[in-house]
């Protein structure tokens, strides 16, 4: 079957139209503008996790390792905050500690510290006087522990405790 003249017409205006017509700028004679605004908060923001403190196998005639744990807490750029422990679970069990770990009726005393020599004390159920400062990354800080050579009286067997850190912020 022929084409008809027709056809051919309507196949070239298709394509002279859809991909060889020159673009046409349009340039108005005036204009106005106006601004958009664009606004976003950032609110502040805080998380915290805490690697576990393990003692392993504790012989009583001598006090434990210093052992440490790590506190990750990431916090919006700028954003000051504060570190609280508190003394855990069992908080007064164990005669010369601040904190305690239970197994069934049996208690095994151990102390938060500071530093990495177990001689400063953390101050628990207060928030630190140290004023941290976030970065918008995760900052890592040290908790050190120690059972002391008091613990004799604890019969064998695993022993546990929770501890909860708060990151105070504002």
Not at 12 to 39: D, E, G, K, S, Y
Request: proline share 4%; hydrophobic share 40%; charged share 5%.
């Amino acid at each position: 079957m022929a084409r008809s003249f027709f056809h051919y017409f309507i196949v070239i205006n298709f394509i002279f139209l859809t991909f060889l017509r020159p673009v046409i700028a349009i340039t108005p004679a005036q204009t106005t503008t106006a601004m958009m605004t664009v606004t976003a908060t950032v609110a502040d923001f805080v998380a915290v996790t805490v690697s576990s403190m393990n003692f392993g196998t504790y012989i009583y005639s001598s006090p434990s390792a210093c052992i440490a744990a790590t506190i990750t807490v990431t916090a919006t750029a700028n954003t000051p905050y504060y570190i609280q422990i508190n003394a855990g679970q069992n908080a007064g069990q164990a005669a010369g500690c601040t904190n305690a770990m239970k197994n069934a009726t049996s208690y095994l005393g151990y102390n938060l510290y500071t530093n990495n020599t177990c001689t400063t004390p953390w101050v628990l159920n207060t928030y630190n006087t140290t004023a941290y400062t976030g970065t918008g990354t995760a900052q890592t800080y040290t908790i050190y522990g120690q059972i002391p050579t008091n613990s004799a009286t604890s019969p064998s067997g695993t022993y546990s405790d929770g501890v909860t850190v708060t990151i105070g912020y504002s």
